[in-house]
């Protein structure tokens, strides 16, 4: 199962990766190919960020209605306590 955490991860890289990208689109110095391109790889991005946003709403409302829930997943750290060392 997705988190939220991991989802506006995507979220944030995908939001990135279309910024850039319309940033790429109106560029002056390259050819239409290029421009096509651009059109269709954001016609992809934009439709993944849609489905990320879904995904995220969906996972929300679950939890808000209980149908599921988060686990705390408490740290096992050893290297700093001195009651693991052997010296």
Not at 13 to 31: A, F, G, P, S
Not at 67 to 74: D, G, H, P, S, T
């Amino acid at each position: 199962m997705e988190t939220v955490g991991s989802l506006v991860d995507k979220l944030s890289i995908n939001e990135l990766k279309i910024y850039h990208m319309e940033e790429q689109n109106r560029r002056n110095d390259v050819d239409e190919k290029f421009h096509e391109d651009c059109n269709l790889r954001l016609s992809i991005l934009k439709v993944q960020r849609d489905d990320l946003r879904e995904e995220l709403q969906t996972l929300i409302d679950d939890v808000l209605a209980g149908r599921k829930k988060f686990k705390l997943y408490r740290q096992m750290k050893m290297y700093n306590d001195k009651k693991y060392r052997k010296n």
